[in-house]
């Protein structure tokens, strides 16, 4: 028996589906599938599935946790990148949390809650 599991996908919304794949593109991420509802999203070898699906009291209590090596250094990559201003985003600068991570909020065109963060050695 081979209980192996490959792969676990959550699937984002997106309201705007156009404005939402151009803002993962402007962080970075790859699309590596797109159709007129679904696309594969990926950076590195970390992927979700981005769809054109909304209701609001779905995307307003959708968290996603994207573990990174550093914050600080994404954190910069959001502020370069321009998207805050282009997609009216909120995000919040990096902070050490009690729980052992340092990380920072980054909330999507839709309203998916982002916590960007790594691990605090030691």
């Known amino acids: 028996m081979n209980l192996e599991v490959v792969e676990i ?3 984002v919304p997106a309201r ?4 939402s794949l151009a803002f993962y593109k402007a962080l970075g991420f790859g699309i590596t599938m797109e159709s007129d509802d679904l696309a594969y999203v990926s950076h ?3 992927a979700f599935l981005l769809s054109h699906f909304y209701h609001p009291e779905h995307a307003d209590n959708f ?4 573990l990174v090596a550093n914050a ?3 954190y ?3 502020l370069d ?3 805050a201003t282009r997609f009216s985003v909120r995000t919040s600068p990096p902070d050490d949390r009690p729980w052992g991570i340092r990380d920072f909020t980054l909330i999507d065109p839709t309203g998916v ?3 960007i963060g790594h691990v605090i050695p030691g």
């Open 16 to 19: 705007e589906f156009p404005e």
């Open 76 to 78: 910069q990559n959001v």
């Open 81 to 83: 990148s321009g998207v």
């Open 113 to 115: 809650l982002w916590r």
């Open 44 to 46: 590195g070898r970390t």
């Open 72 to 74: 600080d250094d994404w």
């Open 9 to 11: 996908k959550a699937f």
């Open 63 to 66: 968290v996603m946790h994207m």
